[in-house]
């Protein structure tokens, strides 16, 4: 393949502390491409990523030196790294502390590799990675603020944060592209007023998946 055809290698390290899982995690990514694992830490302290960038870092949810996954989560955060959680067990209040602390998503130790690949490209393309462990956490969350959100912005919310441009979303809906963008602006204000800023689409992407309005696959019917 010619350095023209070559698919973009996304740069993923990860953090665990059991030498089986991480040893076995590294080798299953081999066989893909566009991934490299290129740092395995037992630690968030250890991962240097000053010596070794990387474009997102696969998270467990539970160390053994004592970390809590929210600290690492905003640590990575604040170095500018998304955060994909790996974990082996459903623990609901520690998938919404992640949530809130700003991870993308949760792939179980049990999935298949192909949906933990999945998982990986779509977090390291800020994705969120809205899995149903993900969204049962993040729906029995009632300590996320209502925005307040009128039937019409629930509408243009989960068509834009599907992906849709403001464009489609005005074909769609049967108004114009200004009116969207009117639309679009109050939802950011809305979910704003309640702590809850969506400053881009990828925030608008996750507030509407915390809120319930699209799933994996786009719009809910």
Known sequence: MSDATALPVLRVALVEDHEIVAVGFAELLREYPDIR????????????????????????????????????????????VDVLILTAAEDPHAIRAAAKAGALGIVRKSQPVEELVEAIRDAASG???????????????????????????????????????????????????????????RIRAKYANAGRPAHTKVDLHRRAAEDGLINEDGPRG
């Open 127 to 185: 994705a969120t990675v809205a899995g149903l462990d993900w969204a049962a956490a993040i729906d029995g969350d009632a300590g996320l603020a209502d925005a307040g959100l009128s039937a019409r912005e629930r509408e243009i919310l989960a068509l834009y944060a599907s992906g849709e441009k403001a464009q489609s979303v005005a074909y769609l809906t049967n108004l114009s592209k200004s009116t969207v963008a009117n639309y679009v602006s």
């Open 37 to 80: 694992v290129v740092a395995v830490t037992p630690t968030v302290r250890e991962l240097d990523l000053t010596a070794t960038p990387v474009d997102l870092v696969v998270l467990d949810l539970r160390l053994g030196d004592g970390s809590s996954a929210t600290d690492n989560i905003r640590s990575l955060l604040d170095a500018e």
